[in-house]
């Protein structure tokens, strides 16, 4: 099973080395340079278009014109070896399908997330495939056994990534980290007939144990949000990149909540998801019962202070997941991605040295 | 480092299969029946006393007897070669340690979890220590970083339970899954000079995929609570197991609340915890508003319906962790350790064959 995913994906994705580790599509954060320092490293990078349309076509046109310099070895001419991702609930299909059209190089991949019905995720399928001749692939994010089983009878994806509670920014409000929800996807999906579909799993993976973990749960590959927010590249203030670095106890320090949303005016996200930032001022306050209007207020406020307005004691929203405390330092992402690899590689080694002189299986 | 845990383990727990596999202390769930089949099988059973001391003396007789019949190859003739855990809070350390005491064969392990104040750890660990001359070893339960440098500096235990929040039952109302907790436990504890404490992971764990996850993440040996409630061993009702068996999708098929600890009428939880069950109809009307005196008379009521009252159209209470999904029959506990040793094993096998052909590390 886990050779044949990776056939497919060493098929559609040429340069990528095995196993695939992807960055997220991080809202207006993954822009070309983070995208294209993923790809160049061997992994599969994504733009977080998000719900800007606007970004997709200058996007485009800076990722093919960095490419032209910087070559990646095996992408094919016609495709782009970045993917991009969609919030479906947020951007008008059409719009985007006509810039698909018009691109010169097709992205590599789509990745589709949150949708406001999941039947819509059928004509994006099917639209997207149709407007790339199949070139942009299609990859469709799922937090539930259900959803999975569901996106895969009427879409038959390409990749299914499997989300799991720990993820940082917008994800189900309720959801099983991928301990649990990897292993009983790729048994559901592979009793109905959908085992071929190689699974990328996401969701508090921050190093080469935890994508070690992802790989041993089921998974063909694993994508990182957080641990890239901690990049030279990410499009983010100096001030959430040290939020990041300096947050610890990632399941005390983070929580998932409505409540930067709110603060920020964020409108629009589909009732059952929320998102999982660090903790700080706004936070708590809400806690206390502090109305969204004051809160909001104190929130525009702090804009003011730039950097300083980040960390738990500041009120700019930190997004990030459980593994936030696993990150000691901003290092360049296309060192991220080799280093993943090679940690992987070497603690599953050392893991199986754990069954050394016993009898297990024999 | 992982073979130093595995020669702690292996020194203390001479009959262990490495790595190493426990069964929870589930309260009055872990009698001696379940904790000898899976010490017998390799593992290390725990016996769930819980609040609940009087059962302390009994079951160690009990076990001793089983184990005249059945004799643990490997284990030592002054120690019981299962473990005992205790919820701190609702267990009196004098009647405990009297108990220890005259017991003619000390327990090979005592696990402690949630005390009224983690300072009260320090009176359980040293009197064990002492009244059994250290053949008890000591097992701490924690569920964030913090806990674990707290403990591991006020306690030095012999070995820290890594607990996430996938896992069933009772825990922290806030914390992360395993895949981010682990690693992060491990590397705050070596940073302060305890790398040489084993780490045990559990929440979420059903199979040899959770068990190898766990291991790479970090931890020298798995626990599994839920997956032990599918298994003839335990000691709860068919309806429990049966709805154990039936659940799906674990991720939302259950959640973290308080509101089955008020219908059943069980106070002295510290607030910081709740516990993770299957959502069935106490929840729902919970959720709708329903008074918790109303929703505990219709529990009383359940209760007469025996096996029917269980499920997600039942009011009985089935404490299960996310992993619940992924368990498909009833099964010995004994063949389960085996199994998911063995599991893990090829599983960690399989997943090093990702990396075959690509030129990660070289």
Not at 31 to 36: S, V
Not at 155 to 160: G, W
């Amino acid at each position: 099973m886990a050779s044949k995913h990776t056939q497919i994906l060493k098929k559609d994705y040429p340069w990528v080395t095995s196993p695939l580790i992807a960055s997220a599509p991080m809202r207006l954060i993954a822009t070309p340079t983070l995208a294209i320092e993923v790809s160049l490293a061997g992994g599969l990078g994504f733009l977080g278009v998000g719900t800007d349309i606007t970004k997709f076509s200058p996007w485009l046109n800076e990722a093919s014109s960095i490419l032209q310099s910087s070559p990646i070895l095996n992408a094919s001419e016609d495709v782009l070896p970045i993917g991009v991702g969609f919030i479906c609930w947020g951007v008008d299909l059409p719009t985007a399908l006509s810039i698909f059209s018009s691109a010169p190089q097709k992205p590599a991949a789509a990745w589709l997330f949150a949708p406001k019905d999941s039947k819509d995720l059928v004509s994006w399928t099917e639209g997207i495939r149709q407007t790339t001749d199949g070139n942009t692939k299609i990859w469709i994010q799922v937090g539930t056994v259900a959803m999975a089983l569901d996106i895969v009878k009427s879409c038959k994806p390409d990749v299914l990534v499997i989300q799991g509670a720990d993820a940082g920014g917008h994800g189900l409000a309720q959801s099983s980290s991928i301990i649990s929800l990897l292993p009983e996807c790729a048994d559901a999906l592979a009793t109905e007939g959908f085992g071929n579909i190689p699974l990328i799993g996401a969701g508090g993976i921050m190093d080469g144990r935890g994508v070690a973990a992802a790989l041993t749960l089921g998974a063909s590959g694993a994508c990182m949000g957080t641990r890239f927010l901690a990049t030279p590249e990410a499009v983010i203030s100096q001030g959430y990149k040290n939020a990041v670095v300096e947050a610890r106890d990632g399941g005390v320090a983070t929580a998932r909540t409505t409540v930067y949303d709110k603060i920020r005016g964020t409108i629009g996200w589909p009732e059952s998801y929320n998102a999982r930032g660090v903790l700080n001022q706004s936070f708590w306050d809400n806690d206390k019962g502090m109305s969204d209007e004051e809160n909001e207020r104190l929130y525009e406020e702090e804009i003011k202070k730039g950097d300083a307005g980040w960390g738990d004691q500041g009120r700019m929203t930190t997004y990030a997941g459980t593994g936030v405390g696993l990150i000691q330092k901003i290092q360049p992402a296309g060192g991220i991605v080799r280093e993943v690899l090679k940690d992987a590689k070497e603690r599953l080694a050392a893991t199986r040295g754990l069954f050394k002189g016993s009898n297990v299986g024999s």
